[in-house]
């Protein structure tokens, strides 16, 4: 049933193709990205119950492919390298695997594209963009990521008004071969799981229906004539409950970021994004996100400062997921330096106070971003 899905979106995919033949003599060319990281967390302060003193050494990264076949079609695929399960106790490069985050066909037919497969919706921005190497840590909570299904998008650019794409897409989560993971494999009773070896529809969670019942609707844009450093991101998700939900989830989010030119080498880049769900994944709470971040750039360093609180409302009767109302912050602060060639790294501190208690935490980074291309010229 999966296979034959897969295999009808890249049918209908195909047949929203232009059909003229054109020139592809630079073809085909393999664009790839690599974003590599090893990080280190240690909590040296925790309050009693949490786990304290604790310290995780994993690597954290992600590659990205394009195989460009013509000038608009392409094959497009991000694997990750990261744990697979939370850390319980002192461990180093322990508990990693690899999975196909997103595959998927996409055709650009000029203002507009079309694509179909697995892929990550894109709702929210602040799990991607807030500053910093633990600013993403609250946000992350509503990243929707490894869906099945088949989208469009449409661009709209203009001198005064700016630039602005609106894109569209209906998904389910993904259960076929392409959730499974290599090298760790966790079991869905792990305690300390983070994703499991492989998704099953009676697994349950926001959108696991295996048929195209969810959907985004997403706007983004900005450069506009009267503010041309604004940018903007609005978005509507729905995904509808699986077999151990109780309701459909229905979240809203928006945000806006800018980039401040401060004098010669310097900058300040502001972000703010409030995300809203009723039923927030399929369950008896409703969730307020409200991150506010900025970052400090001069020259070959930076310097970035995030706060984002997380608001859980439930049910008076305790039938909620976590049997009352929460209230959660995250404050955080790091500083990076690019060493040139590719080459990165950072440092930061972060505080979290979950359920009335503090854990604090220190790490660093040490990253390295490499682009290349195969083959002809695009």
Not at 221 to 245: D, I
Request: glycine share 10%; with cysteine; aromatic share 10%.
């Amino acid at each position: 049933m999966m296979t034959e899905r897969l295999a009808f979106l890249a049918a209908l995919t195909l047949a929203l193709a232009p059909c003229g033949a054109r020139p592809q003599s630079s073809y085909p060319v393999l664009v790839g990205e690599l974003e590599l990281a090893v990080r280190f967390d240690h909590i040296y302060d925790a309050a009693t119950g949490q786990r304290a003193h604790l310290s995780d050494l994993y690597p954290d990264s992600e590659i990205g492919l394009a195989l460009h076949v013509t000038d608009w079609a392409s094959l497009q695929a991000t694997l990750v390298i990261e744990p697979l399960t939370d850390a319980s106790s002192n461990r180093a490069f322990e508990d990693v695997g690899l999975y196909a985050e997103q595959l998927f066909v996409n055709f650009e037919l000029g203002r507009f594209a079309v694509y179909a497969g697995k892929f990550n919706p894109a709702f929210g921005t602040a799990w991607d963009r807030a500053p910093g190497i633990y600013g993403t840590d609250f946000a992350e909570d509503y990243e929707v990521t490894e869906q099945i299904g088949l989208g469009a998008a449409a661009k709209l650019e203009t001198l005064e008004w700016g630039a602005h794409e609106l894109n569209v897409a209906a998904f389910f989560a993904d259960t076929s071969f392409l959730s499974n993971s290599a090298i760790t494999r966790p079991r869905r009773d792990d305690p300390d799981l983070g994703r499991a070896k492989r998704l099953r529809l009676a697994d349950g969670g926001a959108g696991n229906t295996e048929s195209l019942q969810s959907f985004l609707l997403a706007l983004n844009g900005g450069s506009f004539g009267f503010a041309p450093n604004l940018g903007y991101h609005v978005s509507l998700l729905r995904r509808e409950p699986g077999r151990a939900e109780i309701a459909r989830e229905t979240g809203v989010a928006a945000g806006l970021q800018a980039e401040l030119t401060l004098g010669p080498g310097a900058n300040l880049t502001p972000l703010v994004e409030v995300a809203r769900f009723f039923h927030f994944a399929g369950q008896a709470q409703d969730a307020d996100y409200v991150t506010v971040g900025a970052e400090i750039g001069w020259q070959s360093w930076s310097l970035a400062f995030s706060t984002t609180a997380r608001y859980f409302s439930e049910p008076e009767d305790g039938s909620g997921p976590n049997g009352r109302n929460a209230r959660d912050h995250l404050r955080a602060i790091s500083l990076g330096h690019d060493l040139g060639h590719g080459l990165g790294v950072a440092v930061g501190l972060k505080n979290e106070r979950l359920n009335g208690q503090d854990v604090n935490t220190v790490g660093f980074v040490v990253s390295y971003d490499y682009d290349f291309q195969l083959g002809g010229r695009r």
